[in-house]
Structure formats: structure tokens, C-alpha cells
């Protein structure tokens, strides 16, 4: 079974930094794309950042310059570094995989479990 575990919110003041990380974990035969999303309360979850399995990002442009999305293939892992961060990055902040498990011809979409970013003013 594939599941992805998020791991390193909390709470910072204005300014800030923190880097949250998510793992793959299970019976992976590839992964595609990775992505983290957040949703504050009373939104709709958006796209903060994405990368390819080569290696291509986007962002939106609420983080542009501020985040970082990155990928270690080795440790099917992801990780979003935001610096600078602001009272308006409140959220809860998913992690998301196109992931092909063993046995399997096609890909998964998998989410994580999530984990709050709180920053204060």
C-alpha cells in the first residue's frame, strides 16, 4: 500500500522560515509528478507548488520567490522550503503524487494526511 506522510509545520511568526518535507512510502514502482497544496479555512484548496519528475517546477504566484519546491528521487521525497512567510500562508498544506504502484500499469494520484502552517503577525 502507498501513502504519503507529510512532516515539519507548525507555528512561526511573520518572516519566517519552515521546510516541510513528504515521504512515498510502500510498493512504488515510479512516481511522476509531486505537488503541495494548501487550504486555509473557508477556501477551496489551491496549488502552491509542483515539480516533474525531471525536475520542473511551477509556483503560484502567491509563493514566487518566496518557496521552493524540490525533489530527492532517491528518498521519494519532496520538500517545500518557504522563507518570508506571511499571516495569509495559514494553512493546511497537502502533499500530492502521481504514483505507480508495483503490480500496476497506470498511476495513482495519492494525498497526504496534511500538516498546519500557522504564522503569525
Known amino acids: 500500500q502507498v501513502q504519503l506522510v507529510e512532516s515539519g509545520g507548525g507555528l512561526v511568526q511573520a518572516g519566517g522560515s519552515l521546510r516541510l518535507s513528504c515521504a512515498a512510502s510502500g510498493r512504488i514502482f515510479s512516481i511522476n509528478d509531486m505537488g503541495w497544496y494548501r487550504q486555509a479555512p473557508g477556501k477551496q484548496r489551491e496549488l502552491v507548488a509542483h515539480?516533474?519528475?525531471?525536475?520542473?517546477?511551477n509556483y503560484a504566484d502567491s509563493v514566487k520567490g518566496r518557496f521552493t519546491i524540490s525533489r530527492d528521487n532517491a528518498k521519494n521525497t519532496v520538500y517545500l522550503q518557504m522563507n518570508s512567510l506571511k499571516p495569509e500562508d495559514t494553512a493546511v498544506y497537502y502533499c500530492?503524487?502521481?504514483?505507480?504502484?508495483?503490480?500496476?500499469?497506470?498511476?495513482?494520484?495519492?494525498w497526504g494526511q496534511g500538516t498546519q502552517v500557522t504564522v503569525s503577525s
Open positions: 515539480i516533474t519528475s525531471g525536475g520542473t517546477t
Open positions: 500530492n503524487s502521481d504514483i505507480r504502484p508495483m503490480g500496476r500499469y497506470t498511476s495513482v494520484n495519492y
